[in-house]
């Protein structure tokens, strides 16, 4: 199977080494020239082209599966449109009117399109309550990935991601040296971000429809990529100071992190969103973690941590 990955960074870099080391054939795009050589390096081929830019996509060949996983970068709303509407709908026209479109795309998302439940479970059933002008756009581009693709004959289909952790990104300080605002947090690990999709690229059910043919696994669905434990933050940051051996750290409640009076209108919303996501569906899709929680995600991290200041 040929994957195109658009936009190869964090977990896009993972999942065409996941992707290669099973026999496929991933091809890494970037926007500009800073990872290319990150993607060379991984194994796999890799093209400059701008998503938003249907002449660029040219340069990327014919596909199988399309993995949409460009980031607006940490910008507003504004850029993120650009990219996750825009430039979707540009990758869908630009691979769907070729003379082999691909069969599959997989647009990752954000759980953060939920926005509050007060701690609440939510899983793919529940409906989108996103909080601020970045959420959404991210629940316009699920629409799009589900509704616009199959236009084309493309199998739509949203992975849905927690907070993204694994090296590089584990963040030990922020936690270990407070203070802690209160809520829950919802975490997968880069390696199952990564593993989830290829697995459902990879995966199809030999299950016959009434017409005869083979039904893809969560075609044009939604999957929530969240491993198995959603935990409170201050819980989190107590068990990892426990396990780097050092004093918990100081916590403060939502109210007292709110009357600091230093954040956007965008970040008081996102400290007031609760919520705890179920990844039911993709276990019941046969889906098995590496990392099922965060206390074997963030193994490694604390024992570099511990050899650091032994």
Request: charged share 30%; proline share 4%; with cysteine.
């Given at each position: 199977?040929r994957v195109a990955i658009?936009?190869?960074?964090?977990v896009?870099l993972?999942?065409?080494?996941?992707l290669h080391?099973t026999?496929h054939?991933p091809?890494?795009?970037?926007r500009?020239?800073?990872?290319?050589?990150a993607?060379e390096?991984?194994g796999f081929?890799?093209?400059q082209?701008?998503?938003?830019?249907?002449?660029?996509l040219?340069?990327?060949p014919?596909v199988?599966a399309?993995?949409?996983?460009?980031?607006?970068?940490?910008r507003?709303?504004?850029a993120?449109?650009?990219?996750?509407?825009d430039?979707?709908?540009t990758?869908?026209?630009?691979?769907g009117?070729?003379?082999?479109p691909p069969?599959?795309?997989?647009y990752t998302?954000?759980?953060g399109?939920?926005g509050d439940h007060?701690g609440?479970?939510?899983d793919?059933e529940?409906?989108?309550?996103?909080?601020?002008?970045?959420?959404e756009?991210?629940a316009?581009?699920e629409r799009?990935?589900r509704e616009?693709?199959?236009?084309y004959?493309?199998d739509?289909i949203?992975?849905?991601?927690a907070?993204l952790?694994?090296?590089?990104r584990?963040?030990?300080?922020?936690y270990?040296?407070g203070?802690?605002t209160?809520g829950?947090?919802?975490?997968?690990?880069?390696d199952?971000?990564?593993?989830?999709?290829r697995?459902?690229?990879?995966?199809?059910?030999e299950?016959?429809?009434?017409?005869?043919?083979?039904?893809?696994?969560?075609r044009?669905?939604?999957?929530?990529v969240?491993d198995?434990?959603p935990?409170?933050?201050?819980?989190?940051?107590?068990?990892l100071?426990?396990?780097?051996?050092v004093?918990?750290p100081p916590?403060?409640?939502?109210?007292?992190?709110?009357?600091?009076g230093?954040?956007s209108?965008a970040?008081?919303r996102?400290?007031?969103?609760?919520?705890?996501?179920s990844n039911?569906?993709?276990?019941a899709?046969?889906?098995?973690?590496?990392?099922?929680?965060?206390?074997?995600?963030?193994r490694a991290?604390?024992?570099?941590?511990r050899s650091?200041?032994c």
């Amino acid at each position: 199977m040929r994957v195109a990955i658009l936009g190869c960074g964090y977990v896009g870099l993972e999942l065409g080494r996941q992707l290669h080391e099973t026999g496929h054939e991933p091809i890494g795009v970037r926007r500009s020239s800073d990872g290319l050589d990150a993607i060379e390096d991984a194994g796999f081929e890799a093209v400059q082209a701008d998503v938003t830019d249907a002449t660029d996509l040219e340069s990327v060949p014919d596909v199988d599966a399309l993995v949409f996983a460009a980031s607006s970068g940490g910008r507003g709303a504004d850029a993120a449109r650009r990219v996750y509407v825009d430039g979707l709908e540009t990758a869908i026209e630009a691979f769907g009117s070729r003379a082999n479109p691909p069969a599959h795309l997989v647009y990752t998302s954000s759980t953060g399109v939920h926005g509050d439940h007060d701690g609440d479970w939510v899983d793919e059933e529940t409906p989108l309550e996103p909080t601020t002008e970045k959420t959404e756009v991210l629940a316009e581009a699920e629409r799009i990935a589900r509704e616009y693709a199959p236009e084309y004959g493309i199998d739509g289909i949203v992975a849905r991601y927690a907070g993204l952790y694994g090296p590089d990104r584990y963040r030990l300080e922020r936690y270990l040296e407070g203070p802690v605002t209160a809520g829950y947090l919802n975490m997968v690990h880069r390696d199952d971000a990564a593993g989830a999709v290829r697995f459902l690229l990879e995966e199809r059910t030999e299950k016959e429809s009434e017409v005869g043919e083979e039904e893809d696994v969560a075609r044009d669905e939604v999957v929530q990529v969240v491993d198995d434990e959603p935990v409170s933050k201050w819980a989190f940051a107590d068990w990892l100071a426990e396990e780097c051996s050092v004093d918990r750290p100081p916590k403060r409640t939502k109210a007292e992190r709110l009357e600091t009076g230093d954040l956007s209108d965008a970040a008081e919303r996102r400290i007031l969103t609760s919520k705890r996501c179920s990844n039911d569906r993709l276990r019941a899709l046969g889906y098995e973690f590496s990392y099922p929680t965060f206390r074997e995600g963030y193994r490694a991290a604390i024992e570099s941590y511990r050899s650091a200041v032994c």
